[in-house]
């Protein structure tokens, strides 16, 4: 978002995105910055708050034309980047729907940062990490066979030594029409069941 009002009203009303020079809210007197969004974001502005619009450039006989996307080519567009991205988005969308505040978790290994409130105010509750069961999954077996009981004790120790707590969001696939996942439901096909992790100390279980 590179216009400097809907920057800052969009990072203001829920704190969105990551300023491109900045650490976290955009700098109010550069407008060379603009407000970066996750795909999970940009999806969530632009399909349930109805706040954001998207434009795909193309270009006809030598001239260029922005056409608005729909929530079927977001959907796409989006899974395209990441194949991952309906998995992110049902757990990104279970949680925001609810009130958390969900930031990107790259910088802890982990998919997802979990707020109660502001990230201004606040360390994240949770580091999130999501995880596909659904069988018929492509990448579930290679995502069970990756999450380790070994790389889930570093997980939780270093979300640990961060305080914060672990958290494994397992997602998995419903009844419903797997094409709602392209007219702006990406979430209704999916169910989240988040399980959280936390390292057992055996002097701290005795008091």
């Known amino acids: 978002v590179w216009e400097k009002k809907s920057r800052d009203i969009i990072f203001e009303n829920g704190f969105f995105g990551k300023g491109s020079q900045s650490r976290s809210r ?3 007197d550069d407008e060379e910055e603009f ?3 996750l795909l999970e974001e940009a999806y969530f502005l632009s399909v349930y708050v109805k706040c954001l619009v998207i434009y795909k450039m193309n270009i006809n006989n030598g001239r260029r034309r922005a056409t608005q996307m729909s929530p079927s080519e977001l959907f796409k567009e989006f899974s395209r980047i990441n194949p991952q991205f309906s998995i992110k988005y049902a757990v990104y ?10 930031k990107s978790g790259l910088k ?14 606040c360390h994240a509750t949770y580091a999130a990490i999501c995880l596909d069961t659904s069988s018929e999954s492509a990448t579930s077996k290679e ?22 707590q672990l958290m494994v969001c397992l997602v998995s ?17 999916l169910s989240v069941l988040p399980i959280t992790f936390q390292r057992w100390f055996p002097e701290k279980a005795r008091n």
């Open 35 to 37: 407000l970066g969004l």
């Open 26 to 28: 955009p700098s109010g």
């Open 173 to 189: 696939r419903t009844e419903c029409d797997p094409k709602t996942m392209e007219k702006g439901h990406a979430a209704d096909s």
């Open 143 to 164: 995502c069970s066979d990756e999450l380790s009981l070994e790389s889930l004790g570093m997980l939780s120790t270093l979300a640990g030594n961060a305080a914060k």
């Open 108 to 121: 802890f290994g982990t998919d997802f940062l979990i707020y109660k409130k502001s990230p201004e105010e």
């Open 93 to 102: 969308h279970h949680f925001r729907s609810r009130g958390w505040i969900v």
